[in-house]
């Protein structure tokens, strides 16, 4: 759909800001991805700040790969960073948290094109026509060759359950993030 904006917060005060920012925008049609169950701030009231549409943000810089995440899972992803990066000295991962599924932050994946050769995408979505497929496209249209790892949902329905036993089925959880990382480091 032209001038649709697709957005996933990462917390609460990220939803907050979103909303925000919709109300602001005005060139088109504008989607929050709500997550599905409880949230990660116990103090989520924050003064609503206009995000730019499209922008996403480095939460942790690194040298050795970068790990880019949509939504929810980042704090997931968050906590597999920091307890790899304990146990596993001297290799340093960067978080991105691109909030924007469309448009995405092009200024932003022309960073971690340059200067990341191994990249791993979280999303709590479908993995297959996802967020981690439009970063694979666009690394592919602008000349970048980085080895991409996709980490999201497979594309077949998934049994009920609670959050955590989800991420765990789909392999989205911390464990298998921080396994992930691992892989990427050994190579």
Do not use: C
């Not at 997550?35 to 924050?46: E, K």
């Amino acid at each position: 759909i032209p001038n649709l904006t697709i957005a996933s917060p990462m917390d609460e005060h990220e939803l907050r800001n979103l909303m925000y920012t919709a109300q602001l925008d005005g060139k088109g049609p504008f989607v929050i991805r709500y997550p599905r169950g409880h949230g990660v701030l116990t103090d989520w009231r924050n003064a609503f700040e206009e995000i730019p549409v499209g922008t996403g943000r480095r939460l942790k810089d690194g040298k050795d790969m970068a790990v880019l995440t949509v939504g929810p899972i980042g704090n997931e992803a968050a906590k597999a960073v920091a307890e790899f990066e304990a146990g596993n000295g001297g290799v340093e991962v960067a978080h991105y948290d691109m909030r924007f599924i469309k448009p995405m932050d092009e200024r932003l994946l022309e960073e971690i094109g340059r200067r990341y050769d191994r990249i791993i995408t979280v999303e709590d979505g479908v993995r297959a026509g996802g967020f981690g497929s439009a970063v694979l496209e666009w690394m592919e249209d602008h000349g970048f060759s980085p080895r991409i790892k996709r980490l999201g949902l497979p594309d077949r329905f998934v049994e009920h359950g609670t959050v955590a036993q989800l991420q765990r089925i789909t392999g989205i959880d911390k464990e298998s993030i921080m396994r992930a990382i691992n892989d990427f480091a050994a190579k």
